[in-house]
């Protein structure tokens, strides 16, 4: 499968001080053999396996999952050029040869869920052979357990089948391995998910941001929902929503991280954990998210930070006008999610485009910020309860579900009655609410919405490229094999078929 699960593995060593949580201090003379002696050393090895996370939804996910759906586009700059590996996800043109692709971001989401996959594999082997507090050991196991089921799960939804690696690799020759079907990579996030679940502290006693009972819970539900298992989620559900430990905020805008305050709130379920400064844990996806050529004078007032550098190239994950237009009248999200920006450098007319206002949150450094990215929040265990419970036939009760959602968004309860009625309620209602989250697209594939969705939405990109931020200039239209390729999954990074026999 991979030269590079012996280096990732080595990586896992490259920890963390349990009181800096999540930092990474490289220790390069360590091994497995001769690090792994004590509590300190598995709650730091933990630690290094949540780093990954940073990556993921800072520079991956929002391409995988949110441009490659009909919520966010880039904004084409003609100076800058083509950006094929970014534009090839949202065109829906990402190019296959036998089963596999060379691009550059379908290949790095595969390494870094990999990554975490080694780290958890290093810890699960090694921990119940090493004495230390019990209760500290199931916590560090049960956080294990969670993370790899975690990166499975997203291989799963990206790629179908993929190598199902459950114990440390030591050599080139097993790296290598068949790809295992769907079944057994589902039935083994599931086993990791139930042995996760009575391990892991809840919300009041862990550690904020390390990943609770309630984060395996959800985590299990949203399994369980794509597996059309809704008794089963339904079941998992509950004792999250019974528990108290859980609120949404009392508006959408406070449900997402300040820059420093506001983490791991009442509504975070699960979030990864970034942090402003010079430590290496910042993020900078709000500076990839703009619409481009911005200058430093229409930077600052959106960033707050004392030294705002212009900033050229393509604009990525801007709103589409199609989900500009999924908000109902009155819904308070639309104005808390989607901001406008004018751009004097702008090809575009107009030049005033749309931005993900919700994630902008003002801070000191320009290129680094520390707001938190929610990998599952509250709202979305009530949109799942009643999306399993309309599913089994109990729609009456799945409809307060659905309200307490719309309520805190300032608008009536819904209309919609009937099982179909309901589940499309539910299905819209999840577009608005989790906009930007990285859900839409695991969303339309998971209900088989690939060719209803995607193709209009190519049609109405292809018919008027200056409503979806094209500039009005000869030949700035989409490229001739946009929207040609609807695969359900992701083809195989080519650089990592290149090291197996196998795909």
Not at 184 to 207: M, V
Not at 361 to 377: A, D, E, L, T, W
Request: charged share 20%.
């Amino acid at each position: 499968m991979k030269k590079y699960i012996p280096v990732l593995l080595a990586a896992s060593l490259f920890i963390s001080s349990c009181d800096d949580f999540l930092t990474v201090v490289p220790e390069t003379q360590l091994s497995s053999a001769t690090f792994f002696k004590n509590q300190k050393d598995f709650e730091q090895a933990v630690n290094a396996a949540y780093v990954p996370l940073r990556t993921i939804v800072n520079d991956r996910a929002w391409l995988l999952g949110e441009m490659h759906s009909d919520n966010t586009y880039y904004a084409r700059n003609v100076l800058f050029g083509a950006t094929d590996n970014q534009e090839d996800l949202a065109d829906f043109s990402v190019p296959e040869s036998n089963g596999t692709t060379a691009n550059v971001h379908v290949l790095n989401q595969w390494r870094q869920d990999y990554l975490i996959i080694a780290r958890a594999n290093q810890i699960l082997a090694l921990i119940d052979d090493v004495d230390f507090d019990a209760a500290a050991k199931a916590n560090v196991k049960g956080q294990a357990l969670f993370l790899r089921a975690y990166a499975y799960f997203e291989l799963a939804r990206y790629f179908g089948k993929v190598p199902l690696h459950l114990t440390p690799v030591a050599s080139r020759e097993e790296a290598a391995l068949p790809l295992s079907e769907e079944a057994e990579i589902y039935a083994q996030i599931i086993s990791d998910l139930n042995a996760a679940i009575p391990l892991l502290l809840d919300k009041s006693k862990q550690e904020p941001g390390r990943v609770t009972e309630g984060a395996a819970r959800t985590l299990l539900a949203n399994v369980y929902i794509n597996l059309k298992r809704w008794s089963d989620a339904e079941q998992v559900l509950t004792p999250v929503i019974t528990s108290g430990k859980y609120s949404l905020m009392s508006s959408y805008a406070m449900a997402f991280s300040d820059n420093a305050a506001n983490k791991n709130n009442a509504e975070s379920v699960f979030e990864v954990q970034f942090q402003e400064g010079a430590a290496g844990l910042q993020g900078n996806f709000t500076y990839q998210w703009l619409p481009r050529p911005i200058s430093a004078a229409e930077l600052q007032p959106l960033m707050g930070t004392s030294n705002p550098q212009p900033q050229d190239g393509e604009g990525n994950n801007i709103p589409t006008p199609d989900i500009i237009a999924a908000y109902e009248p009155g819904d308070l999200r639309k104005d808390a999610s989607i901001g406008y920006v004018f751009l004097s450098g702008a090809f575009q007319v107009p030049k005033t485009l749309p931005y993900i206002l919700k994630f902008f949150k003002k801070h000191s450094q320009h290129n680094n910020h520390g707001q938190n990215f929610p990998i599952y929040r509250y709202a979305e265990v009530l949109l799942f309860m009643a999306e399993a419970l309309n599913e089994q036939g109990k729609t009456g009760q799945a409809i307060p579900y659905l309200n307490q959602v719309r309520t805190r968004a300032g608008l009536a309860a819904t209309t919609a009655t009937g099982q179909a009625g309901v589940r499309e309620a539910i299905f819209k209602e999840r577009r608005v609410e989790l906009a930007f989250e990285n859900k839409r697209w695991f969303d339309i594939q998971r209900t088989d919405r690939i060719q209803e969705i995607i193709i209009p939405h190519g049609n109405r990109i292809k018919a008027n490229p200056q409503a979806y931020y094209y500039p009005p200039l000869p030949g700035a239209v989409p490229r001739s094999n946009a929207f040609t390729n609807l695969n359900k999954f992701y083809a195989y990074p080519a650089d990592e078929s290149n090291l197996s026999p196998y795909f």
